[in-house]
């Protein structure tokens, strides 16, 4: 079995492994199988909450992907779903944090203003809106905001707007586009397809909050039907432990 590194940006030593269970909590979540309901969906078995929660849809592999999750949201204005690992499986967060995503929204979506993000977060049961009061660290497009993806690292204590943020480029509803973050001792860095967008200070990252994964689909107004928002193909979290 290969050694894989993670790189001196995320760890600060050149070298550091993170397949020492002892050293990083990973987590891995490629979306292949047929299970789409709550309890089931994934490889991880999501938990779906929210208001009018949806579904996945369930789509083959394509070039690229290993396997593919449609994240829908309901008909009315705010309606959400919110797929949750609401045990709170990831611990305390430091610095050599790495999340990343492959996504690719879906273009009808956008005739009905929607919201989809993909991060970390404090509560299991809010879609993190500009508006929301919550912990959140992630990645965001919010259609009532602009048509761009969003680097996104949220305060529940600051209250609602809380928020620092990285601009990430606009949607691409054609294309896969994979995004990472990579949680410093100085900042948290966002990129895109590789490229580096920029660093959101660290003003409205609470450190000492127990965290989940989380993604969400919500809907700005109505859509008419159940719409399925964005695909999504990877997620990979690596979060060091502080062990030895």
């Given at each position: 079995m290969s050694i894989q590194v993670i790189d001196s940006a995320l760890s600060g030593a050149t070298g550091a492994r993170y397949d020492d269970?002892?050293?990083?909590?990973?987590?891995?979540?490629?979306?292949?199988?047929?299970?789409?309901?709550?309890?089931?969906a994934g490889q991880l078995d999501?938990?779906?909450?929210?208001?009018?929660?949806?579904?996945?849809?369930?789509?083959?592999?394509?070039?690229?992907?290993?396997?593919?999750k449609g994240i829908r949201a309901h008909t009315a204005t705010d309606d959400f779903t919110v797929w949750t690992q609401y045990y709170r499986n990831v611990g305390p967060i430091r610095p050599g944090l790495s999340l990343t995503i492959r996504v690719r929204p879906q273009a009808g979506a956008f005739s009905n203003d929607a919201m989809f993000a993909f991060g970390i977060q404090e509560a299991n049961d809010i879609a993190p809106r500009v508006a929301a009061t919550m912990d959140f660290l992630g990645f965001r497009y919010d259609t009532g905001v602009d048509t761009n993806w969003h680097l996104?690292?949220?305060?529940?204590?600051?209250?609602?707007?809380?928020?620092?943020?990285?601009?990430?480029?606009a949607i691409d509803t054609t294309?896969?586009?994979?995004?990472?973050?990579?949680?410093?001792?100085?900042?948290?860095?966002?990129?895109?397809?590789?490229?580096?967008?920029?660093?959101?200070?660290?003003?409205?990252?609470?450190?000492?909050?127990?965290?989940?994964?989380?993604?969400?689909?919500?809907?700005?107004?109505?859509?008419?039907?159940?719409?399925?928002?964005?695909?999504?193909t990877l997620y990979d979290l690596i979060v060091p432990t502080g062990g030895w």
């Amino acid at each position: 079995m290969s050694i894989q590194v993670i790189d001196s940006a995320l760890s600060g030593a050149t070298g550091a492994r993170y397949d020492d269970p002892l050293k990083y909590f990973r987590l891995t979540e490629r979306f292949y199988g047929g299970n789409n309901a709550t309890g089931t969906a994934g490889q991880l078995d999501w938990y779906r909450l929210g208001t009018n929660p949806q579904n996945m849809n369930v789509a083959h592999a394509v070039a690229g992907a290993f396997g593919i999750k449609g994240i829908r949201a309901h008909t009315a204005t705010d309606d959400f779903t919110v797929w949750t690992q609401y045990y709170r499986n990831v611990g305390p967060i430091r610095p050599g944090l790495s999340l990343t995503i492959r996504v690719r929204p879906q273009a009808g979506a956008f005739s009905n203003d929607a919201m989809f993000a993909f991060g970390i977060q404090e509560a299991n049961d809010i879609a993190p809106r500009v508006a929301a009061t919550m912990d959140f660290l992630g990645f965001r497009y919010d259609t009532g905001v602009d048509t761009n993806w969003h680097l996104v690292v949220k305060d529940q204590a600051g209250g609602a707007g809380a928020e620092s943020t990285v601009n990430l480029g606009a949607i691409d509803t054609t294309n896969w586009t994979t995004f990472r973050l990579a949680y410093t001792a100085t900042g948290v860095d966002g990129y895109a397809n590789g490229v580096l967008k920029g660093t959101a200070p660290l003003t409205n990252l609470d450190t000492s909050r127990t965290w989940h994964t989380g993604m969400s689909a919500y809907n700005v107004s109505a859509s008419g039907a159940s719409q399925r928002i964005c695909d999504a193909t990877l997620y990979d979290l690596i979060v060091p432990t502080g062990g030895w």
